[in-house]
C-alpha cells in the first residue's frame, strides 16, 4: 500500500542544510526565528498540498467524494485559500469559522455548519450567507433552524448527526461516536426527527446522515463499521418513510505520526476500505450511491506545521530531572497539558551528533503542568538555541490563548525558500483592546 504525508513525522522538506542547520520548505529555521521571533508557527505549502493529493487520489475511484476541511484543527484565511485551491469544501463549528472561510472567498454552498450548541444568531448567519449543509445535532437545534429558516423565508439543506455507537481506541476527551457521546442523535431518535422535519418543520430539507467517530484514529475497521451503519439506516428510513437520502458524512479523523511510536494509517489504505464498502453497501441495501463527504482536520494540517521557540533559562534539579525552559508552552500548544499528547523536538542550530542528555522541555506559563515534552534526548542546549517541535500544525494555534497574558504568536508560511507571515504576532495593545476601564475607576 503506498504510503501518505500524514505517516510522516515531519515536513515532507525537512533537511538540514550544507551550514548544518535545520532547513522547512527551503527556509532555514533559525533565520525564521531571527527574522519573525518566537514562538512562531511554521507552516509547509508542499507538505499541505501532499496530503490534499494524498486524499483526492486515495479517492479518486469513487465519483461522489467530497473533501471537506475540518476548519476547527487550523483556521485561518491563507490557508483556506490553499485548500480552497485544492477544492477542498469547509467543516465549519462557529460564526467565526463560517466568516473567515466567507471572507477568503470561498463558495459557501461547499461550506458545513456542524456543532452541538449552535446559537440562533449563528444559524441565522450560516443562512444568510449560504452555507451549503447544517448538520442537525439535537431536536432543539431543529426547532431553533426552522424558526431561522422562516424569519429568512427560506428552506434549509440539512444533515442529521447521527451516533453511531462505535467506540475506538483514542483518548476518552476525543472520542465522539459512543453511544452516550454530547454529540448528535441516538440512531432511535432518528425517527422521531424525520417525522418532525416530514410533519412540523416543511422548510427544512433532509439529504442525509453525517457522522464522525472520533479524532487521532488509527484503527481503519471503524470507517466501513460506520457506512454499514449509515447505509443501513438509509435504507431503513427508505422502508419505512420513503425518504431518499443520498449523502453520508463520515467524519474525520484519521491520525497521524507524533512520535516514532505513532503509525497512523495510509489515506489510501483508508480510501480503498471506504470505497470497497461503499460499492458492498450499495449493492447488499440497493441504495443508489450515496455523496460522501469526507472532513479531515489534523490529517490535512497536523504534519505541516512545526513550532518554534527559543531556550531561555534552565534548572537542573539535583538528582533529579533537567528542565530547559522555552519562550512558549500551554498557551501555544495546549495539547499536552490537555491530552498528555506526546510530541518530537529537535534542535534547529545544533549538529544532532553532538553530546547529547536527557531535558524536559518546559513552557514558560505559570503552571506545573506546563511541560511541553519530558524526557528527550537533545544535543546539549544553551540559552538561545532554537528548538523545533514537530507536528504542531493541527489543533495548537486553534486552541491557543493568552494565557499570562502572552501575546499569540504569528504564523508563516514556508515555501521555495521564501517565507510569508500569514498571521501577525499579536502585539501588547492586541492584548488590552477589548477592556474597558469604568469612568468612575479612570486615573
Ligand atoms: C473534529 C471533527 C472533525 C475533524 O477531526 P480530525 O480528527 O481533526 O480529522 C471532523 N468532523 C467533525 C464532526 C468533527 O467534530
Redesign the pocket.
Known amino acids: 500500500m503506498a504510503s501518505s504525508t500524514n505517516q510522516m513525522l515531519k515536513p515532507l522538506t525537512t533537511c538540514i542544510n550544507n551550514a548544518g542547520n535545520l532547513e522547512i520548505g527551503g527556509c532555514e529555521l533559525t533565520k525564521l526565528a531571527e527574522l519573525y521571533g518566537t514562538p512562531l508557527y511554521v507552516l509547509d505549502e508542499k507538505t499541505i498540498r501532499s496530503v490534499c493529493n494524498d486524499y483526492k487520489k486515495a479517492f479518486e475511484k469513487y465519483p461522489h467524494i467530497h473533501m471537506m476541511y475540518?476548519s476547527?484543527?487550523l483556521c485561518t484565511s491563507a490557508l483556506t485559500r490553499i485548500l480552497d485551491e485544492e477544492g477542498f469544501g469547509f467543516?465549519t463549528?462557529s460564526a467565526g469559522e463560517i466568516y473567515t472561510v466567507y471572507k477568503s472567498g470561498v463558495d459557501m454552498r461547499h461550506v458545513l455548519f456542524?456543532g452541538n450548541n449552535k446559537s440562533f444568531e449563528e444559524i441565522s448567519m450560516a443562512l444568510e450567507l449560504g452555507v451549503g449543509r447544517i448538520?442537525v445535532d439535537n431536536f432543539y437545534e431543529l426547532e431553533l433552524i426552522s424558526k431561522a429558516a422562516q424569519t429568512k423565508d427560506k428552506t434549509v439543506d440539512i444533515l442529521l448527526?447521527i451516533t453511531p455507537g462505535i467506540e475506538c481506541h483514542t483518548h476518552e476527551y476525543?472520542q465522539?461516536g459512543h453511544l452516550d457521546s454530547k454529540?448528535g442523535f441516538d440512531l432511535t431518535q432518528i425517527d422521531e426527527a424525520v417525522e418532525l422535519i416530514q410533519n412540523k418543520y416543511k422548510n427544512i430539507r433532509l439529504h442525509g446522515l453525517?457522522a464522525?467517530i472520533?479524532?487521532?484514529?488509527f484503527e481503519t475497521g471503524i470507517y466501513p463499521d460506520e457506512i454499514e451503519i449509515l447505509a443501513k439506516e438509509i435504507a431503513r428510513l427508505d422502508e419505512k418513510f420513503g425518504l431518499k437520502l443520498n449523502e453520508i458524512n463520515i467524519?474525520?479523523?484519521?491520525?497521524v505520526k507524533y512520535t516514532q511510536d505513532d503509525l497512523p494509517p495510509s489515506t489510501y489504505e483508508v480510501g480503498e476500505l471506504v470505497i470497497n464498502k461503499l460499492n458492498e453497501v450499495i449493492e447488499k441495501y440497493n441504495i443508489e450511491p450515496p455523496v460522501v463527504f469526507l472532513?479531515?482536520?489534523?490529517?490535512?494540517i497536523s504534519t505541516a506545521g512545526v513550532t518554534l521557540y527559543t531556550v531561555g533559562s534552565s534548572k537542573q534539579v539535583p538528582h533529579g530531572t533537567k528542565y530547559v525552559a522555552l519562550d512558549g508552552g500551554m498557551a501555544d500548544n495546549p495539547r499536552p497539558s490537555m491530552y498528555q499528547a506526546q510530541y518530537v523536538a529537535e534542535v534547529a542550530n545544533k549538529k544532532q551528533t553532538e553530546t547529547k542528555e536527557v531535558v524536559t522541555l518546559a513552557g514558560r506559563y505559570c503552571e506545573s503542568g506546563d511541560i511541553l515534552i519530558k524526557d528527550i534526548e537533545l544535543p546539549e542546549l544553551s540559552t538561545g538555541d532554537v528548538i523545533c517541535v514537530y507536528n504542531t500544525g493541527?489543533?495548537n494555534y486553534s486552541m491557543a490563548s493568552n494565557y499570562n497574558r502572552v501575546q499569540k504568536p504569528a504564523m508563516v508560511l514556508v515555501n521555495d525558500g521564501k517565507a510569508e507571515l500569514i498571521i501577525e504576532r499579536e502585539n501588547l495593545d492586541d492584548l488590552i483592546a477589548h477592556d474597558i476601564i469604568p469612568d468612575r475607576l479612570k486615573k
Do not use: C, W
Open positions: 475540518a476547527k484543527a467543516d463549528v456542524n448538520s448527526r476525543i465522539t454529540f453525517h464522525h472520533g479524532s487521532q484514529i467524519g474525520g479523523g484519521l491520525g472532513e479531515p482536520g489534523r490529517s490535512i493541527a489543533y
